[in-house]
Nanobody
Framework: VQLQASGGGLVQAGGSLRLSCAAS????????MGWFRQARGKEREFVAN???????AYADSVKGRFTISRDRAKNTVYLQMNNLKSEDTAVYYC??????????????????WGEGTLVTVSS
């Protein structure tokens, strides 16, 4: 299984980026696919996910600014990030889990991790 993340970079505050996570070895429609992030010196935290049911969930800190989506044909998950803030600076990781509906996404429940992609937001 491989989750290949891309799309990170340097952007000014208020700008936008789109992260991509191309999966191989699994079908994104059969898993809850999501993004976590880890800022320097902090623990890895949940950002957003799209469940196998197509329901989506977001951390409060990104609601209204980030949008997660899934392209089944391309077996890829995206994270559109708008109105970026300096506090969004972190390494972003793609993740796949199979938590049941209602369970809180968490790092311990992740089955597969992708390599991280660095997002840096300058103020």
């Amino acid at each position: 299984v491989q989750l290949q993340a891309s799309g990170g970079g340097l952007v000014q505050a208020g700008g936008s980026l789109r992260l991509s996570c191309a999966a191989s070895g699994i079908t994104v429609g059969n898993y809850n696919m999501g993004w976590f992030r880890q800022a320097r010196g902090k623990e890895r935290e949940f950002v957003a996910n799209v469940r196998w049911t197509s329901a989506t969930a977001y951390a409060d800190s990104v609601k209204g600014r980030f949008t997660i989506s899934r392209d089944r044909a391309k077996n890829t998950v995206y994270l559109q990030m708008n109105n970026l803030k300096s506090e969004d600076t972190a390494v972003y990781y793609c993740a796949a889990d199979r938590l049941i509906s209602g369970a809180t996404p968490n790092v311990d429940a992740v089955y597969y991790w992708g390599e991280g992609t660095l997002v840096t937001v300058s103020s």
